[in-house]
Every structure is written in C-alpha cells, then in structure tokens.
C-alpha cells in the first residue's frame, strides 16, 4: 500500500456481542473512526446476524466519505479454516455451521474480506500495539465467553498444519470440572466465562447443601442465575466463596500456562478480558503454579502481561486482520 493511510473495516463475531468498527491504518497504528450498534448474537439467528452486519458495513463506508475501503477483516472464534473463510461450528456460535463469511461480504459489499480465528487477530493487535510490541515471540490468550490463544511465532502468525493452532481451550487439565470446548476439566471449563459460572454455581451448591448460606448467592432460585462477573465483583469486595472461586481459576491457569511456556518458550504472555479484570484475584495463585512447575530459565525468559489493549482489542482486532492482508504491519 505504499506506506500510506488507509480505511478498513473490522468486524468482530462473538459468542456475545457482533460488531463492525471502520477504522483508519497507519505508522502510528490503528483508530477506530466509527462504531456501528453492537448487536447481542443470541438475539439473531446466523442469517439475520449475517444481514445486519452487512448493512452495518455499508453503514461504514458511508461513513469513509468516499474514500476507498481498502478491505474488510472478520474476527471470529474457532475453530474455523481462514483459507477458505470459513466458520467452522465453533463452540460458543450454536448454529453457525460451515458459514463462507468472508464470500458472503465479499458478494454484499465488493470489499475484499479476510477471516482470522479471533484469539489471532487478538494477537496481532497486541504483538503490534499492545503489551506484546517488540517480541519476536508472544502468546495472547482469551479469557472471555472461550478461551483460546494466538500465537506469534518468530515474528510471524503460527496457525498450524490446519488452521488450529492455539486451541488450547480444549486441553484437559483436569478428570473433573467445569466443561468447555464439550470436555470436562478443559482449560477453557475453568478459564472462561462459562465455565467460572459453572464453577461457581458446583461450590454454591456444595455450601447450600452444607446448610450454609453464602452471600454470593442466597438461594437455589439465584444459582441459575449467576455470572462470572457477579463473582468477580463480589471478590473484589472480599466475599470468601468468590475468591476462593477465583483461586481454583488462578491455580488451573497457572498449570496450563505452564505447559505452554515449557513447550513454546515464548517472551511474554499476554491475556486478556477477564483476566485483565481480575488480575489481582487470578495472577497471585497462578503466579505460584507457575514457579513451582515451569522450567526455571523458561520462567525468567517470559513476562505474563494483561492485555494493554484491554476491552478494545475486539474493536481493532479486525482492523489489524485487515492490515495484516494488506502488508500494513510491515511499515509500522
């Protein structure tokens, strides 16, 4: 592209929320010019989701004042195959199955579109703006609806032999607890939004059937109810059973941590969402797994980081797959 600026347009596909930001590209990174309505996925079957996004994206290039969209970049959680741009039945999306997203932009919008599986995308942005920036080698690792991680590797994006490289989400950490990714004790059962609601509706249960009456939730009618934010607001404000939650989270990411920095030897690790608004209740046991199991010279080379971009990595993220297509990260 010659160096210059350019308009993009991110679109960011969740188990939570679909929205589509146009953003301008440039040695001084990335900015989000306009934010479209962000839309709540359970309200929209895959098809009527697929149709206001696209008007969104219109929505955007009106936006761009009549200069050139240079592309569309589509973040999106695996598995899915970003050859052939298309979503895979992950997970957290019931019902998008085998979905050709970015032939489907790409025929309502005549805007060339790329599709990178979200933890990815999340990487890239961090690795070029973000706590990740001057590493050669990173991991970004969600912590949200899923878990998953993305993994820059020697200066580049590593997908894999088939495009799912850093579903780490699936591993098994344990025999027992929460499930994730359809695998109980899976790193993504305790390290996911989901999954730490699970958790704690198992050791609510355990203290009503005690007889006791803990004030993170009162009654069997609330248990269903429960959130993983609802724990980590009431640890914050020293409730026993929510951070005793918080530290069986903390211990098992610090055990999966380990494993992947034992394997992959990386600089840093960065982690974004919940971690980042748990930090204090989550690293510390973690932190303990850590020095007990990692290999000390691989433990001193790599800083475990929050995402610096924090809550708008997902509004850049699809900036950034954008970019990346277009050979913008080279000359920032």
Same mark, same amino acid.
Not at 51 to 77: M, P, T
Not at 268 to 280: A, L, M, T
């Given at each position: 592209?010659?160096?210059?600026?350019?308009?993009?347009?991110?679109?960011?596909?969740?188990?939570?929320?679909?929205?589509?930001?146009?953003?301008?590209?440039?040695?001084?990174?990335?900015?989000?010019?306009?934010?479209?309505?962000?839309?709540?996925?359970?309200?929209?079957?895959?098809?009527?989701?697929?149709?206001?996004?696209?008007?969104?994206?219109?929505?955007?290039?009106?936006?761009?004042?009549?200069?050139?969209?240079?592309?569309?970049?589509?973040?999106?959680?695996?598995?899915?195959?970003?050859?052939?741009?298309?979503?895979?039945?992950?997970?957290?999306?019931?019902?998008?199955?085998?979905?050709?997203?970015?032939?489907?932009?790409?025929?309502?919008?005549?805007?060339?579109?790329?599709?990178?599986?979200?933890?990815?995308?999340?990487?890239?942005?961090?690795?070029? +703006?973000?706590? %990740? !920036? /001057?590493? &050669?080698?990173?991991?970004? *690792?969600?912590?949200?609806?899923?878990?998953?991680? =993305?993994? #820059?590797?020697?200066?580049?994006?590593?997908?894999?032999?088939?495009?799912?490289?850093?579903?780490?989400?699936?591993?098994?950490?344990?025999?027992?607890?929460?499930?994730?990714?359809?695998?109980?004790?899976?790193?993504?059962?305790?390290?996911?939004?989901?999954?730490?609601?699970?958790?704690?509706?198992?050791?609510?249960?355990?203290?009503?059937?005690?007889?006791?009456?803990?004030?993170?939730?009162?009654?069997?009618?609330?248990?269903?109810?429960?959130?993983?934010?609802?724990?980590?607001?009431?640890?914050?404000?020293?409730?026993?059973?929510?951070?005793?939650?918080?530290?069986?989270?903390? +211990?098992?990411? %610090? !055990? /999966?941590? &380990?494993?992947?920095?034992? *394997?992959?030897?990386?600089?840093?690790?960065?982690? =974004?969402? #919940?971690?980042?608004?748990?930090?204090?209740?989550?690293?510390?046991?973690?932190?303990?797994?850590?020095?007990?199991?990692?290999?000390?010279?691989?433990?001193?080379?790599?800083?475990?980081?929050?995402?610096?971009?924090?809550?708008?990595?997902?509004?850049?993220?699809?900036?950034?797959?954008?970019?990346?297509?277009?050979?913008?990260?080279?000359?920032?």
């Amino acid at each position: 592209m010659g160096g210059k600026n350019m308009l993009v347009i991110g679109i960011d596909i969740g188990g939570t929320k679909c929205a589509v930001n146009l953003g301008e590209l440039s040695h001084n990174g990335a900015e989000v010019l306009h934010k479209c309505e962000v839309r709540k996925t359970a309200a929209y079957s895959p098809a009527e989701m697929l149709k206001a996004l696209a008007q969104d994206v219109r929505s955007c290039v009106e936006k761009g004042n009549g200069q050139k969209i240079e592309g569309i970049g589509i973040s999106c959680g695996g598995p899915l195959d970003s050859r052939t741009g298309t979503i895979l039945s992950p997970p957290n999306l019931p019902g998008w199955d085998k979905i050709r997203v970015t032939e489907y932009f790409q025929r309502e919008t005549g805007i060339p579109a790329w599709l990178c599986n979200d933890a990815n995308a999340c990487a890239l942005a961090e690795w070029k +703006l973000g706590a %990740g !920036k /001057g590493t &050669s080698s990173m991991i970004f *690792i969600t912590f949200g609806t899923g878990l998953g991680a =993305g993994l #820059i590797l020697d200066n580049r994006l590593y997908a894999g032999a088939c495009d799912m490289a850093g579903e780490i989400g699936h591993i098994r950490l344990s025999d027992y607890g929460p499930a994730g990714y359809g695998k109980m004790g899976s790193f993504e059962g305790f390290c996911s939004g989901g999954g730490i609601a699970q958790l704690a509706r198992s050791m609510i249960r355990e203290e009503l059937q005690a007889g006791r009456k803990p004030e993170l939730c009162g009654s069997p009618e609330e248990l269903e109810r429960i959130t993983a934010a609802q724990v980590g607001t009431a640890a914050k404000d020293g409730d026993p059973l929510a951070r005793k939650i918080l530290k069986r989270v903390g +211990l098992q990411l %610090g !055990k /999966g941590l &380990s494993v992947l920095m034992d *394997i992959l030897n990386p600089e840093c690790i960065v982690i =974004g969402s #919940i971690f980042v608004r748990n930090y204090d209740e989550i690293w510390p046991y973690a932190q303990e797994v850590i020095e007990r199991e990692t290999l000390p010279a691989v433990r001193g080379a790599c800083r475990i980081l929050p995402s610096r971009l924090s809550e708008s990595v997902g509004d850049i993220a699809g900036l950034v797959v954008a970019g990346y297509h277009l050979g913008w990260e080279e000359w920032i």
